[in-house]
């Protein structure tokens, strides 16, 4: 009896030994992956506290000293307070519109029963493979037609609402049983209603990664801010990290030390809802 057990717990050891040592080779591969991910990340941090004269010096990664003085001097190169200002209103306003927008119309796509509704959808879905340089000169004439040239308007309403903010809600809005839809008309509740009451306090994942890609969209988007503004007092923090780079040369240590501070904020935002963000990717992600 005890031959044949000792058999049996070695085939059990050998299994449980197999698999760590997979995992760990995984996992091996995961952090090689990863540090070469964040290897321009610590460049830049690196590059924002060397001193100011980099010119004819080789490239070293750790600095000799810290210049911490780079990031007062690059926030008073530039009114960078304005700036900031800018781009948490812009940034505000365009999340504040994807979201509420956005979820109005996956409601209706996914919930209300109307005529040419998978073909409009289709529309919608086939809008995400236009260029944005396509309709950047069209979009440019609307706004100047309105007369919202240096504008919060002109950063903020033609971004209120997205192809792909109500591909994803409409995804998220199909796995709610539509029970909590039937019950809720049962006692009187309206299509709005519903939506206020029932649709929204249950999506809250899949409204936190729709806010989550809407503000790294939005904060980080230089193109049309540069197209819209000429006023020197309604650029976003993008363009006035532009002000680093000039014809004959580019202050490097400024530049990048203004980055890491307007970097920050799409790492905190990050941070703050990634569970939100997994948790709405395993739920909708899968549906077709």
């Given at each position: 009896?005890?031959?044949?057990?000792?058999?049996?717990?070695?085939?059990?050891?050998?299994r449980?030994?197999?698999p760590?040592?997979?995992?760990?080779?995984?996992?091996?591969?995961?952090?090689?992956?990863?540090?070469?991910?964040?290897?321009?990340?610590?460049?830049?941090?690196?590059?924002?506290?060397?001193?100011?004269?980099?010119?004819?010096?080789?490239?070293?990664?750790?600095?000799?000293?810290?210049?911490?003085?780079?990031?007062?001097?690059?926030?008073?190169?530039?009114?960078?307070?304005?700036?900031?200002?800018?781009?948490?209103?812009?940034?505000?306003?365009i999340?504040?519109g994807?979201?509420?927008?956005?979820?109005?119309?996956?409601?209706?796509?996914?919930?209300?029963?109307f005529?040419?509704?998978?073909?409009?959808?289709?529309?919608?879905?086939?809008?995400?493979?236009?260029?944005?340089?396509?309709?950047?000169?069209?979009?440019?004439?609307?706004?100047?037609?309105?007369?919202?040239?240096d504008?919060?308007?002109?950063?903020?309403?033609?971004?209120?609402?997205?192809?792909?903010?109500?591909?994803?809600?409409?995804?998220?809005?199909?796995?709610?049983?539509r029970?909590?839809?039937?019950?809720?008309?049962?006692?009187?509740?309206?299509r709005?209603g519903?939506?206020?009451?029932?649709?929204?306090?249950?999506?809250?994942?899949g409204?936190a990664?729709?806010?989550?890609?809407?503000?790294?969209?939005?904060?980080?988007?230089?193109?049309?801010?540069?197209?819209v503004?000429?006023?020197?007092?309604?650029?976003?923090?993008q363009?006035?990290?532009?002000?680093?780079?000039?014809?004959?040369?580019?202050?490097?240590?400024?530049?990048?030390?203004?980055?890491?501070?307007?970097?920050?904020?799409?790492?905190?935002i990050?941070?703050?809802?990634?569970?939100?963000?997994?948790?709405?990717?395993?739920?909708?992600?899968?549906?077709?």
């Open positions: 009896m005890s031959a044949e057990i000792l058999p049996l717990a070695r085939v059990n050891r050998l449980i030994r197999r760590k040592w997979r995992h760990l080779a995984i996992h091996a591969a995961l952090i090689a992956g990863a540090f070469v991910m964040v290897i321009p990340f610590l460049w830049m941090l690196t590059l924002s506290l060397k001193p100011v004269a980099l010119t004819h010096q080789p490239p070293y990664l750790i600095p000799t000293h810290f210049e911490i003085a780079n990031y007062e001097a690059a926030w008073q190169a530039a009114p960078f307070a304005r700036y900031y200002f800018n781009s948490i209103v812009m940034t505000a306003g999340v504040f994807q979201v509420i927008l956005s979820s109005l119309a996956a409601y209706a796509f996914a919930r209300l029963k005529p040419g509704r998978e073909a409009l959808f289709l529309v919608f879905l086939a809008t995400m493979m236009v260029p944005f340089h396509v309709i950047l000169i069209p979009s440019y004439l609307i706004i100047n037609r309105l007369d919202w040239i504008s919060y308007a002109a950063l903020i309403v033609p971004r209120m609402v997205s192809a792909f903010g109500i591909f994803l809600l409409r995804q998220y809005y199909q796995g709610i049983p029970e909590l839809d039937e019950a809720a008309m049962i006692d009187g509740a309206s709005l519903i939506w206020w009451r029932i649709i929204l306090p249950l999506s809250g994942p409204l990664t729709l806010g989550i890609f809407a503000f790294l969209f939005a904060w980080n988007d230089f193109l049309w801010p540069l197209v503004i000429n006023d020197p007092n309604m650029r976003t923090v363009l006035g990290l532009a002000m680093f780079q000039g014809r004959y040369g580019t202050q490097w240590t400024l530049l990048m030390a203004g980055t890491m501070t307007a970097t920050l904020p799409t790492l905190l990050f941070l703050f809802g990634q569970r939100w963000f997994i948790q709405s990717v395993a739920q909708s992600g899968v549906k077709g």
